[in-house]
């Protein structure tokens, strides 16, 4: 079961293109988005072709899925829709901004699960200059296409970069450049917005956000002149309530056409633009912005298919997470190991809320952990991780989304992948990195598992949030069937009397 996080994985499942019949059907615009269409021009089968490699660069699996999607009622191929991330190495305003991790995800990885998740393209790429981008593309089940010193420029614009792509990739007939700044991106979005350009004939579709912000003209210093209103009367302000606001572009997504694009544009011919929710509309521009957007992500953000249960058990490796994984022997043969205050405090409120807190360990550490006085259950001398964890989540009656773990050890990546939730120490093997779904800023021995469990209360929160949210909505629907009742029963009364 995939972690709730976002862990890299093999696209081959998560790239299946939805079989949609395309006869009269329609997504709604609410609750995701708002669609609107701008002036201009005016059942499906599929053959799969898979082939699996191995990346000797990066240890990693690449699948390579080649898909005809078929027009069921005229047995044409459906137009090639390629969904393309630019990833520059160079960013000026925050190093390697791309891969920098976001709430313990690299922030390209939000808008690469989602764009595998909404299964509308026919193929996923990241076009980079860097090796480090390249191999966290690789791992999140995207292709790469090594872009030229030409196009990485400070002053290249992302059109000379996408036409360059298309020069390179005959077989695409529709790009989606996907911006990797956008992490709160969701495959609802995309799945509506691609109905738009493939089905409903639009050249081009770009993202915009509502915004009720009053506009003045600028005053530059040393001018004689004064302010004017741009979209107000300042004698008759409006409410908020009371007006729609504007409409502006939120650089999320911009879709079009290559006839369109080869001839120097993003956004032309027959136009539509996509109102996504405010919430949902974030980019990351200056670091100032990164602990915003993370509390942003943890809130809006998209964490997968499945949905998100409190956590009630965490299995923690002691060596490499509890301890910094070294081991001090005195000269009368005795070990030791040091271990953070931070990360015992951590340990204790996970308590307090109800969560179990079970350690791990594949050595004899039972007097050091007898010496530390946790007072958790421990397994030692563990030859077979993943049995253990097993074990334990079938004893407590618990499902796989209700269990977290905190390992670094290679050993330990099937008891990642299995895990509903899944975190790593900053130091841990590139094996654990990949398969978790959080990497703390922390190292282990070193506050890792303090900042774990505080990663796990934030998830909580969200799953809080929407559970309230849902008995709120179901209050509401009772209140609307009470009501629509009492006003029946009062109708028959009258018609009686």
């Not at 030859?383 to 097993?390: P, Y």
């Not at 009656?397 to 905190?406: D, F, R, T």
């Not at 094996?431 to 934030?458: D, N, P, T």
């Amino acid at each position: 079961m995939a972690p709730p996080s976002l862990s890299p994985r093999p696209p081959s499942a998560a790239l299946r293109t939805r079989m949609r019949g395309s006869a009269g059907l329609h997504f709604p615009a609410s609750p995701g988005g708002t669609v609107a269409r701008m002036a201009g021009r005016g059942g499906r089968g599929a053959e799969w072709d898979r082939d699996r490699d191995r990346d000797k660069d990066t240890d990693t699996d690449t699948v390579t899925v080649t898909v005809t999607v078929m027009d069921a009622g005229e047995g044409r191929a459906q137009p090639h829709l390629a969904a393309l991330v630019l990833a520059r190495g160079g960013s000026k305003g925050i190093p390697l901004k791309n891969i920098k991790l976001l709430a313990g995800v690299p922030l390209i990885g939000w808008v690469l699960r989602a764009a595998i998740d909404a299964g509308v393209f026919h193929s996923i790429w990241v076009s980079t200059d860097h090796d480090e981008i390249e191999k966290v593309a690789k791992q999140f089940g995207a292709q790469v296409h090594r872009r030229s010193p030409e196009v990485s420029q400070d002053s290249s614009t992302s059109l000379e970069a996408i036409t360059e792509f298309l020069n390179h990739h005959r077989e695409v007939d529709i790009v989606g450049n996907i911006q990797a700044t956008s992490p709160c991106l969701h495959p609802s979005d995309l799945i509506k917005v691609a109905d738009l350009i493939q089905k409903e004939g639009f050249d081009s579709v770009f993202s915009v956000v509502r915004r009720h912000q009053f506009r003045w003209s600028e005053v530059k210093k040393g001018e004689n002149k004064m302010t004017e209103p741009q979209n107000l009367n300042p004698a008759k302000r409006y409410r908020r309530q009371d007006w729609p606001g504007e409409l502006y572009e939120n650089g999320s997504f911009y879709f079009a056409k290559r006839h369109l694009i080869e001839k120097g544009y993003l956004q032309g011919g027959k136009m539509a633009y996509y109102e996504m929710r405010a919430e949902h509309s974030v980019d990351i521009d200056i670091d100032i912005d990164w602990p915003i957007a993370e509390q942003r992500v943890l809130s809006f953000g998209y964490f997968g298919k499945e949905p998100l249960k409190e956590v009630k058990l965490l299995v923690c490796s002691i060596d490499g997470c509890l301890t910094d994984g070294r081991i001090y022997v005195t000269e009368d043969h005795k070990e030791m190991v040091s271990y953070d205050y931070r990360d015992t405090v951590g340990i204790d409120l996970l308590k307090k809320r109800g969560i179990q807190v079970r350690l791990i360990s594949d050595r004899d550490c039972s007097k050091t952990l007898s010496a530390m006085q946790l007072g958790c259950v421990a397994k030692v001398n563990v030859t077979n991780k993943l049995q253990v964890l097993k074990d334990w989540q079938e004893d407590m009656g618990l499902s796989w989304k209700e269990v977290a773990y905190l390992g670094n050890e290679e050993s330990e990546v099937e008891c990642l992948k299995q895990a509903g939730m899944s975190g790593v120490p900053a130091d841990a093997c590139a094996a654990a990195q990949k398969a978790a779904g959080y990497i703390c800023k922390s190292r282990g021995g070193c506050g890792a598992v303090r900042e774990f469990a505080e990663h796990i209360f934030l998830l909580l929160e969200k799953v809080n949030s929407a559970r309230k949210q849902l008995e709120e909505i179901s209050s509401a629907g009772k209140e609307m069937g009470r009501n629509e009742n009492s006003r029946k029963g009062n109708k028959e009364l009258m018609e009686k009397e």
